[in-house]
């Protein structure tokens, strides 16, 4: 599963990703125990991971600023580990614009 956003070079984003309902599918209620975040192109000006962390027990976060070439689609993957031992992975496509 992926989803689509844009962002400006300059901008300072965080990017949230939702795993709630592939917790509750569970049963006890799963939760993320590691959340790992990668950076997957072929762009020699890549954006810059700053921090990312789990928020709650079923949200992921990752901090992105400076980089990026413009009209580049940089693909931002975050893998996450549950209790139960299940394995998640959602792609998020970031297009660099303009400001």
Not at 17 to 37: C, H, K, N, R, T
Request: net charge negative.
């Amino acid at each position: 599963m992926s989803f689509n956003t844009e962002k400006s070079p300059q901008e300072i984003l965080d990017y949230i990703i939702d795993y709630s309902q592939e917790m509750a599918l569970s049963s006890p209620v799963d939760q993320i125990v590691s959340s790992v975040w990668t950076l997957e192109d072929s762009s020699t000006d890549n954006l810059t991971l700053d921090q990312d962390s789990i928020q709650a027990p079923d949200h992921v976060i990752c901090r992105v600023s400076d980089g990026g070439r413009l009209n580049v689609i940089h693909y931002l993957v975050n893998r996450v580990l549950t209790v139960s031992g299940q394995k998640h992975q959602r792609t998020i496509k970031v297009t660099m614009r303009k400001s």
